[in-house]
């Protein structure tokens, strides 16, 4: 009955204030305000909804170079970031006080001389001329409409000027007094209030208006900054009324007067003061990686897909990017400015920006799968091209990981790894021998220009070299097609396929995904990979044999924290055994022949590269690879520290071959980038496999 009571009587003091109801003035004496029992109307603190005992504020996430400083780019909703208060000036705390609640420190939330005064102002001037929220009542009122799980017509309503909502506000906020520290609650106020110009809470108005942080405003700046907060968008200074702007400083420094704030004398220098912005906008997205290093925002643009795909953030792709956007969290990439430059440089002494063809590149750390470096002849950016220039010299299409509308490029001889590690899986040793022909009438179907009478018949590009007796080392060093052709036969062309995705291939073709689900037995071409991959895929799959069998997802970070500076988990690297340590390795010393290295058992006899290994001066393995009339070109190398894959190709006309004399420079690049990375990094050597899986015949294998 009490309550009833009150909440009638505090109905008629709100509506007063918020209407000037001459009648209900008249009828509320201010003793009788003074006697009523506010502390009663208050909610207690165990019912206060969850956004109020805990403020899920939106701020913006940080994506970092893999140094933990080097900033790539930032991405939010509204741009804000929480600080503590003793990162905020002192002057900045006394100016928003003064500003928005000069009786802060002395009333519990609600203050009743703001009440009965607001409710004579505007019962005199006959409409609503003065508020009476106290501070802690708009932080009530932020928090509540500037939750982010809230629907737009939800925080339309938290902010609808009715009496119910006050009501609402006064008993939040005094149970939130009777809780919270004077502190805290100025703290969070700081935090979520809106400035203008985009920026919410005190760090982002700070940075946004003069480009340094809340902790070094001077007086002048503190008053600008706390006049905006009343009316944000057309007092901002930046994009709305700067003498407006002006004018309100002015205020908030009388009004520090007059709270004994600041002198006389401090206030009259301040406001005399220019206005002196220095704006700054906060990075947002991909297409605001630094100037000068444009070439991130692939990097940039991969990881926010990944993000997308990480549970560990939402239930659906949409939701995940809302909490990149809204969650705070500092996210260390694996990104490596100084391997990054390194592989750029080399892209683009191949092919220029406005070149048709691009050369996208990536290098892999194997046993973590971070990515060190991802590069592509190409602007990062959402600018128009000249026409009939669908990817050149502006896009944002993912032509180094693939997605959207880039299923990849064919891989040529690069794919004879799935096939000879399907074999040493299934027992047959690198010393198995087959006497290459020219060309090899296998049995799997195919029609067009590679059918002999309805059967594919490979033929070796280069006879002279390729042909006669040959063992996985030779066979592979050579690039020799019909061994390959063979060997599938033998091992099985599903088992082929099967090892390409097990080792991160991804078929994102319509055409490559049916074949591999329907007709994986009969997919015989596969092995001279005329499925399309990219750079990535490669990168990790042969990342894989350089970690001795150990497949790792591509990752793009290396460390995240949530605003709470809590570590999240979805950083971990995502690894498991793929292959018999022993089969990798075997597949390593076969790989040492085509990049001019020389394997443990000395088989090594012919390269693609044969001079890779010796600008290199480390032990290194790898493979060239040449698609169908020399439509793209591949060439991927790898050390145990490090992988790199380079391709070349069209990415808007596959049909326009780069042609197989840009293999050379792209063999030089993926050196150059490999001497670059590895210059402070010890040499390391491959580990022998065992006599048995290098000669005998043995039992089959499985990957775990």
Same mark, same amino acid.
């Given at each position: 009955?009490?309550?009833?009571?009150?909440?009638?009587?505090?109905?008629?003091?709100?509506?007063?204030?918020?209407?000037?109801?001459?009648?209900?003035?008249?009828?509320?004496?201010?003793?009788?305000?003074?006697?009523?029992?506010?502390?009663?109307?208050?909610?207690?603190?165990?019912?206060?909804?969850?956004?109020?005992?805990?403020?899920?504020?939106?701020?913006?996430?940080?994506?970092?170079?893999?140094?933990?400083?080097?900033?790539?780019?930032?991405?939010?909703?509204?741009?804000?970031?929480?600080?503590?208060?003793?990162?905020?000036?002192?002057?900045?705390?006394?100016?928003?006080?003064?500003?928005?609640?000069?009786?802060?420190?002395?009333?519990?939330?609600?203050?009743?001389?703001?009440?009965?005064?607001?409710?004579?102002?505007?019962?005199?001037?006959?409409?609503?001329?003065?508020?009476?929220?106290?501070?802690?009542?708009?932080?009530?009122?932020?928090?509540?409409?500037?939750?982010?799980?809230?629907?737009?017509?939800?925080?339309?309503?938290?902010?609808?000027?009715?009496?119910?909502?006050?009501?609402?506000?006064?008993?939040?906020?005094?149970?939130?007094?009777?809780?919270?520290?004077?502190?805290?609650?100025?703290?969070?106020?700081?935090?979520?209030?809106?400035?203008?110009?985009?920026?919410?809470?005190?760090?982002?108005?700070?940075?946004?208006?003069?480009?340094?942080?809340?902790?070094?405003?001077?007086?002048?700046?503190?008053?600008?900054?706390?006049?905006?907060?009343?009316?944000?968008?057309?007092?901002?200074?930046?994009?709305?009324?700067?003498?407006?702007?002006?004018?309100?400083?002015?205020?908030?420094?009388?009004?520090?007067?007059?709270?004994?704030?600041?002198?006389?004398?401090?206030?009259?220098?301040?406001?005399?003061?220019?206005?002196?912005?220095?704006?700054?906008?906060?990075?947002?997205?991909?297409?605001?990686?630094?100037?000068?290093?444009?070439?991130?925002?692939?990097?940039?643009?991969?990881?926010?897909?990944?993000?997308?795909?990480?549970?560990?953030?939402?239930?659906?792709?949409?939701?995940?990017?809302?909490?990149?956007?809204?969650?705070?969290?500092?996210?260390?990439?694996?990104?490596?400015?100084?391997?990054?430059?390194?592989?750029?440089?080399?892209?683009?002494?191949?092919?220029?920006?406005?070149?048709?063809?691009?050369?996208?590149?990536?290098?892999?750390?194997?046993?973590?799968?971070?990515?060190?470096?991802?590069?592509?002849?190409?602007?990062?950016?959402?600018?128009?091209?000249?026409?009939?220039?669908?990817?050149?010299?502006?896009?944002?299409?993912?032509?180094?990981?693939?997605?959207?509308?880039?299923?990849?490029?064919?891989?040529?001889?690069?794919?004879?790894?799935?096939?000879?590690?399907?074999?040493?899986?299934?027992?047959?040793?690198?010393?198995?021998?087959?006497?290459?022909?020219?060309?090899?009438?296998?049995?799997?179907?195919?029609?067009?220009?590679?059918?002999?009478?309805?059967?594919?018949?490979?033929?070796?590009?280069?006879?002279?070299?390729?042909?006669?007796?040959?063992?996985?080392?030779?066979?592979?060093?050579?690039?020799?097609?019909?061994?390959?052709?063979?060997?599938?036969?033998?091992?099985?062309?599903?088992?082929?396929?099967?090892?390409?995705?097990?080792?991160?291939?991804?078929?994102?073709? %319509?055409?490559? $995904?049916? =074949?591999? /689900?329907?007709? &994986?037995?009969?997919? !015989?071409?596969?092995?001279?990979?005329? @499925?399309? +991959?990219?750079?990535?895929?490669?990168?990790?799959?042969?990342?894989?044999?350089?970690?001795?069998?150990?497949?790792?997802?591509?990752?793009?970070?290396?460390?995240?924290?949530?605003?709470?500076?809590?570590?999240?988990?979805?950083?971990?690297?995502?690894?498991?055994?793929?292959?018999?340590?022993?089969?990798?390795?075997?597949?390593?010393?076969?790989?040492?022949?085509?990049?001019?290295?020389?394997?443990?058992?000395?088989?090594?006899?012919?390269?693609?590269?044969? %001079?890779?290994? $010796?600008? =290199?001066? /480390?032990?290194? &393995?790898?493979?060239? !690879?040449?698609?169908?009339?020399?439509? @793209?070109? +591949?060439?991927?190398?790898?050390?145990?520290?490090?992988?790199?894959?380079?391709?070349?190709?069209?990415?808007?006309?596959?049909?326009?071959?780069?042609?197989?004399?840009?293999?050379?420079?792209?063999?030089?690049?993926?050196?150059?980038?490999?001497?670059?990375?590895?210059?402070?990094?010890?040499?390391?050597?491959?580990?022998?496999?065992?006599?048995?899986?290098?000669?005998?015949?043995?039992?089959?294998?499985?990957?775990?």
């Amino acid at each position: 009955m009490i309550r009833a009571h009150l909440d009638k009587l505090l109905t008629v003091v709100i509506a007063g204030v918020l209407a000037g109801l001459v009648l209900a003035a008249a009828a509320l004496p201010v003793a009788l305000v003074f006697g009523i029992g506010f502390s009663a109307l208050s909610t207690p603190y165990s019912e206060l909804p969850n956004t109020l005992r805990t403020p899920p504020t939106a701020q913006r996430s940080n994506l970092y170079a893999n140094d933990g400083t080097t900033l790539i780019t930032s991405f939010y909703q509204e741009d804000r970031v929480d600080v503590p208060l003793h990162e905020v000036a002192p002057v900045m705390r006394q100016a928003i006080v003064a500003a928005e609640d000069v009786r802060f420190f002395q009333h519990s939330g609600v203050d009743l001389r703001g009440v009965v005064r607001a409710f004579t102002v505007n019962k005199r001037d006959g409409q609503t001329r003065q508020g009476a929220s106290t501070l802690t009542m708009q932080y009530v009122r932020n928090v509540l409409s500037s939750d982010p799980r809230l629907t737009e017509s939800q925080r339309r309503a938290a902010t609808d000027v009715t009496t119910a909502r006050k009501i609402q506000e006064m008993r939040y906020a005094l149970a939130l007094e009777r809780e919270l520290s004077k502190d805290e609650i100025l703290t969070r106020y700081l935090n979520i209030a809106y400035f203008g110009a985009g920026a919410y809470g005190i760090a982002a108005a700070s940075k946004r208006y003069f480009s340094r942080a809340p902790a070094d405003l001077t007086l002048a700046q503190a008053a600008l900054l706390a006049g905006l907060v009343q009316s944000p968008d057309s007092d901002d200074p930046i994009n709305g009324d700067a003498d407006s702007a002006l004018r309100r400083r002015a205020y908030v420094l009388e009004q520090m007067v007059e709270s004994s704030q600041v002198s006389a004398d401090a206030a009259a220098a301040a406001r005399a003061e220019p206005l002196d912005l220095r704006p700054s906008e906060t990075p947002n997205d991909c297409t605001a990686v630094p100037d000068g290093h444009n070439d991130w925002g692939f990097f940039c643009d991969w990881f926010t897909r990944w993000w997308s795909n990480q549970p560990a953030f939402g239930s659906t792709a949409d939701e995940r990017q809302r909490t990149l956007r809204r969650g705070g969290f500092s996210i260390v990439s694996s990104l490596d400015p100084a391997v990054q430059r390194a592989t750029i440089e080399q892209v683009l002494r191949i092919y220029k920006p406005t070149d048709a063809r691009a050369v996208p590149t990536a290098v892999v750390q194997p046993g973590t799968g971070r990515v060190l470096a991802m590069a592509v002849n190409r602007s990062y950016s959402v600018a128009d091209n000249p026409a009939g220039q669908k990817n050149h010299p502006n896009t944002v299409n993912q032509l180094v990981a693939g997605g959207g509308a880039i299923d990849g490029y064919q891989g040529g001889s690069t794919f004879k790894l799935f096939t000879m590690l399907a074999a040493l899986e299934s027992g047959m040793p690198l010393s198995t021998e087959f006497t290459a022909p020219t060309r090899l009438l296998t049995k799997f179907p195919v029609t067009g220009a590679a059918s002999c009478d309805g059967r594919w018949c490979p033929a070796n590009a280069s006879p002279s070299s390729m042909d006669g007796p040959r063992t996985m080392w030779t066979a592979f060093g050579r690039s020799v097609n019909t061994y390959f052709a063979w060997l599938t036969e033998r091992v099985g062309a599903d088992r082929v396929v099967e090892m390409a995705e097990r080792l991160g291939i991804v078929l994102r073709a %319509d055409s490559d $995904a049916r =074949l591999a /689900r329907y007709g &994986a037995k009969n997919w !015989g071409p596969f092995t001279l990979g005329v @499925a399309a +991959t990219t750079p990535l895929d490669l990168a990790t799959a042969y990342a894989t044999v350089a970690a001795e069998g150990t497949w790792c997802a591509p990752l793009p970070v290396v460390s995240i924290t949530d605003s709470a500076g809590h570590p999240v988990d979805a950083a971990k690297p995502d690894c498991r055994q793929a292959l018999d340590t022993d089969v990798a390795r075997a597949a390593a010393d076969a790989a040492r022949c085509p990049v001019g290295d020389q394997s443990m058992y000395g088989r090594c006899d012919g390269a693609t590269a044969r %001079d890779l290994r $010796a600008k =290199l001066g /480390r032990p290194v &393995a790898g493979k060239t !690879g040449s698609s169908e009339r020399y439509e @793209a070109e +591949t060439v991927v190398a790898f050390t145990p520290q490090l992988a790199v894959a380079s391709m070349a190709a069209n990415p808007d006309d596959p049909r326009d071959a780069v042609g197989q004399a840009v293999q050379g420079a792209m063999v030089d690049a993926v050196g150059a980038v490999l001497a670059s990375a590895l210059r402070d990094q010890p040499v390391q050597d491959f580990v022998p496999p065992s006599e048995r899986v290098a000669f005998e015949v043995t039992g089959a294998r499985t990957g775990n």
